[in-house]
T-cell receptor
Framework: GNSVTQMEGPVTLSEEAFLTINCTYT??????LFWYVQYPGEGLQLLLK?????DKGSNKGFEATYRKETTSFHLEKGSVQVSDSAVYFC????????????FGQGTRLTINP | SQTIHQWPATLVQPVGSPLSLECTVE??????LYWYRQAAGRGLQLLFY??????ISSEVPQNLSASRPQDRQFILSSKKLLLSDSGFYLC????????????FGNGTRLTVT
């Protein structure tokens, strides 16, 4: 079946530190890959996506590259800010008539000033 | 622009009581609609999705049901709540297939006592 495994949290960093949140997946077929972010008290927002191998998704300074050979989609940011504190979810989709996302368990990130 | 409304934001219900959570989408036609649940310390689990009026697909066996009485209205219900139904419920919509992202509401925090 399809599944997503994320780096266990919580993760605590200082402002301007480098961030990596690991994500690996197993899937039948050729999935699209996503990172969603959930700020406190809110729903999820799409952060970035990649639809095929070697694609790089980027947004707000975050990047993730679709690595088929390692079945990974690690999230990175060169210099984090306090406002990046949130829960980050990695997800995959193998469309079957609707966009059914399979999510990882989420990684809580806290950035200290 | 498209918006999604989900209510109530917070709900506390006793075991055995009924449940009705409502979600409406504005600014788009014939969206795919989804209900997800986020249990404490866990990732998101897809409960139901719908590709059209009256069309409901259930992803996991459970104490809940869903209905879509109108194109942009999605309702999550239960006749008798269980303690295990506690969690954070998220409604989402998408259009098209494959790589289109999901757009989430702000969620409902349900506590069953």
């Amino acid at each position: 079946g399809n599944s997503v495994t994320q780096m266990e949290g919580p993760v605590t960093l200082s402002e301007e530190a480098f961030l990596t949140i690991n994500c690996t997946y197993t899937a039948t077929g050729y999935p699209s890959l996503f990172w969603y972010v959930q700020y406190p008290g809110e729903g999820l927002q799409l952060l970035l996506k990649a639809t095929k191998a070697d694609d790089k998704g980027s947004n707000k300074g975050f990047e993730a590259t679709y690595r088929k050979e390692t079945t990974s989609f690690h999230l990175e940011k060169g210099s984090v800010q306090v406002s990046d504190s949130a829960v980050y979810f990695c997800a995959l989709s193998v469309a079957q008539g609707a966009q059914k996302l399979v999510f990882g368990q989420g990684t809580r990130l806290t950035i200290n000033p | 622009s498209q918006t999604i409304h989900q209510w109530p934001a917070t709900l506390v219900q006793p075991v055995g009581s009924p449940l009705s959570l409502e979600c409406t989408v504005e600014g788009t036609s014939n969206p795919n609609l989804y209900w997800y649940r986020q249990a404490a310390g866990r990732g998101l689990q897809l409960l139901f999705y719908s590709v059209g009026i009256g069309q409901i697909s259930s992803e996991v066996p459970q104490n809940l049901s869903a209905s879509r009485p109108q194109d942009r209205q999605f309702i999550l219900s239960s006749k008798k709540l269980l303690l295990s139904d506690s969690g954070f419920y998220l409604c989402a919509w998408s259009v098209g297939l494959d790589n289109s992202p999901l757009h989430f509401g702000n969620g409902t925090r349900l506590t069953v006592t």
